[in-house]
């Protein structure tokens, strides 16, 4: 079987020198999971919380401060 014009030109349509920008995609909102929610930080507490684990040990602590609701 020989190759058409269009076969090479599909094997050819991503070269390897092209450069994704990822930090400008938009997330998938069909791939998160039960109960997961996008937070998008300010720059100021983004440079003190630079993880997930960071932000939710200190939101934890928080909630336990908290008084009770009757």
């Not at 998008?40 to 934890?60: G, I, W």
Request: net charge negative; proline share 7%; hydrophobic share 40%.
């Amino acid at each position: 079987m020989s190759k058409t014009p269009q076969d090479s030109e599909s094997e050819d349509a991503l070269l390897p020198e092209y450069q994704f920008d990822y930090r400008r995609a938009k997330p998938n909102r069909f791939a998160a999971g039960d109960n997961q929610r996008l937070i998008v930080l300010d720059p100021d507490v983004a440079e003190v919380f630079t993880s997930s684990e960071a932000v939710n040990k200190v939101l934890r602590a928080l909630i336990a401060s908290m008084p009770q609701a009757a």
